[in-house]
């Protein structure tokens, strides 16, 4: 039985170790000291909103109603359900009316269980005031053009994308779809 020293084997896995842990901190530390000199903020707010008093109403009642529980807006709540950051860049103020008044028919699916006695499209059953309340108050979740959030890419051409859309976009392409980049109004989401 050896009481002593670590054997060589064992004093090669701990020195590699222990440079891969010292090369992870001082790569760490020097990111860090790079962004902080460097002025970019890490992890950017890319949604933003400036409510009316209706969509403040809306924003009362969506946590009121307990919404956030399963929804994230204006940057709290769960991520249990779909994120509403940024919906409103996405969605028509019309398209979430009508989705309020009728969420499964909108959508074109069957809808998460809303807990008991609040059947899947409960929202429905709501006051038409405060469905309408709700809608602003979505409406007004705008988010910065090109970030995740956002339905529309950054402004402007991008080489890269046109790129790929000419290598790997079909020839009928072009016939059957439409270049988001190329719109002036959004009219994907209006309600017919």
Not at 113 to 119: E, I, Q, R, W
């Amino acid at each position: 039985m050896k009481t002593g020293g670590l054997r060589l084997g064992e004093k090669i896995l701990f020195g590699i170790t222990a440079a891969f842990v010292l090369f992870a901190l001082l790569s760490f530390v020097g990111m860090e000291i790079h962004r902080a000199r460097s002025g970019k903020i890490m992890y950017a707010a890319t949604s933003h909103f400036d409510f009316s008093p209706e969509g403040l109403n809306g924003s009362e009642r969506f946590r009121d109603l307990g919404c956030s529980s399963c929804h994230r807006a204006v940057r709290n709540g769960t991520n249990n359900g779909v994120n509403l950051d940024g919906i409103g860049s996405r969605r028509t103020l019309d398209y979430l009316i009508a989705f309020l008044q009728q969420p499964e028919t909108t959508y074109g699916t069957k809808t998460l269980d809303h807990g008991p006695a609040k059947g899947a499209a409960y929202v429905a059953g709501l006051p038409e005031k405060d469905r309408h309340s709700l809608a602003v108050f979505l409406s007004e979740l705008k988010a910065t053009q090109g970030s995740p959030d956002a339905r529309l890419p950054m402004e402007g051409r991008s080489g890269f994308i046109d790129e790929m859309v000419k290598i790997w976009a079909p020839s009928t392409w072009k016939s059957r779809f439409h270049d988001v980049r190329e719109e002036s109004t959004p009219a994907h989401d209006k309600v017919q």
